[in-house]
């Protein structure tokens, strides 16, 4: 085959350092078109960009070539540079260290960019610790407790 092809689909989730609820819905529309930028520029074209004051996510086409943490490490060292230019009082922002990256399949991904646009509506009733502990579930991912909760 002289050919290299994928089709790669990841649901990434991560959060504002301490989870401090420091993205104001004034700055999440720029944030998440920025950070559809920042994955286009990687030729990892964005489905859906959403999330709330404390988390983001994002579902996307992985390139080829490049590896899921070399990604996560420019979308976040990037965005968090970004962020910190666009209003008083987020000079220190930061994004938490970790992240959370999920296999979507083809036949999902509708599903999951609906679930990324109710982001707002879903988070009156649930927590993101609850959330993202529903996520590691059903992916059967195993993860120490003491990291959801900080």
């Not at 290299?4 to 999440?28: D, G, M, Q």
């Not at 994002?58 to 968090?80: G, P, Q, W």
């Not at 509506?121 to 909760?149: C, G, I, M, N, P």
Request: with cysteine; proline share 2%; charged share 25%.
């Amino acid at each position: 085959m002289s050919q290299s092809l994928s089709k790669l689909y990841v649901h990434l989730i991560f959060s504002t350092k301490n989870r401090e609820p420091t993205l104001l819905a004034s700055l999440r529309p720029r944030l998440h078109a920025y950070l559809a930028t920042v994955l286009k520029n990687r030729d990892c074209p964005a489905v859906k960009v959403g999330g709330v004051s404390d988390h983001v996510h994002l579902l996307f086409s992985l390139s080829k070539n490049l590896a899921l943490a070399k990604a996560v490490e420019e979308i976040k060292t990037s965005s968090s540079k970004w962020v910190k230019t666009q209003q008083r009082g987020l000079g220190g922002f930061h994004w938490q260290s970790g992240y959370g990256g999920f296999s979507v399949s083809a036949a999902e991904v509708d599903e999951v960019a609906g679930y990324i646009e109710q982001q707002e509506a879903h988070h009156t009733a649930l927590s993101f610790q609850d959330e993202y502990r529903k996520f590691l579930a059903r992916y059967e991912v195993e993860y120490d407790e003491r990291y959801v909760r900080d």
